[in-house]
Structure formats: C-alpha cells, structure tokens
C-alpha cells in the first residue's frame, strides 16, 4: 500500500532553516506529482508547493515563493522540502501528499511538526 513518511521537523528560531524528507513507497513515485502541504492550528490545510516528474516543474504558494524549494530524488523515492528564512507563520504540521491540488490528493503522510519561535 502506498506509504509516505515525512521526517526532519523541528523546534528553530526565526530565520532559521530546515530541510524535510517524505520517503514514499508502494507506487511509482517516479511518475507522480508530488506536493507539500501543512496543516495551521484554526485555519486550515494550506498547498505548500507541488514538483511534477520533471523536477524543473514546480509551483509554489505566494507565501513560501523564494524561500522554500521542493525537489525529489526519483532513485530514492524520497521528496524534499528545503525551508530557509523561516518565519512564525510557518509553524504548521508539514504533510507530502501524492497528488496535486488541481487533481486532488490521494494520500498523505502522518506529518512532521515545524515550530518557528524566538
């Protein structure tokens, strides 16, 4: 069965940087487009960003644009999410999820928490 498994949250001051891993299996992840979204206290789940196969293929929300970068490794099934200036109204539970938000989500991880905080 598809799995998905998001690692490397954490605890960081403002600023700060962090990189999250979602290791996928159970579907050919090579051929899939694969998307971060997080989960905000009272407001909701927000799209984050989305990579097609090609890895040059990739969007992201206006929030993040130029300080997060999404890319995957299809030799290691793994998708990544490289977070730099982080801010506070990044603190949010960060899930990988196969799909897009055009065409829907069809699985999502069990999430990895990400506290942005002074």
């Known amino acids: 069965q598809v799995q998905l498994v998001e690692s490397g949250g954490g605890l960081v001051q403002p600023g700060s940087s962090l990189l999250l891993s979602c290791v996928a299996s159970g579907f050919t992840f090579s051929t899939t487009r694969m998307s971060w979204v997080r989960q905000v206290p009272g407001v909701g789940l927000q799209w984050v960003s989305t990579?097609?196969?090609?890895?040059?293929?990739?969007v992201y929300a206006e929030s993040v644009k130029g300080r997060f970068a999404v890319s995957r490794d299809n030799a290691k099934g793994t998708l990544y999410l490289q977070m730099n200036n982080l801010r506070p109204e990044d603190t949010a539970v960060y899930y990988c999820?196969?799909?897009?938000?055009?065409?829907?989500?069809?699985?999502r991880g069990q999430g990895t928490q990400v506290t942005v905080s002074s």
């Open positions: 999820a196969k799909g897009s938000p055009t065409r829907g989500y069809s699985s």
């Open positions: 990579i097609g196969t090609d890895e040059g293929d990739t």
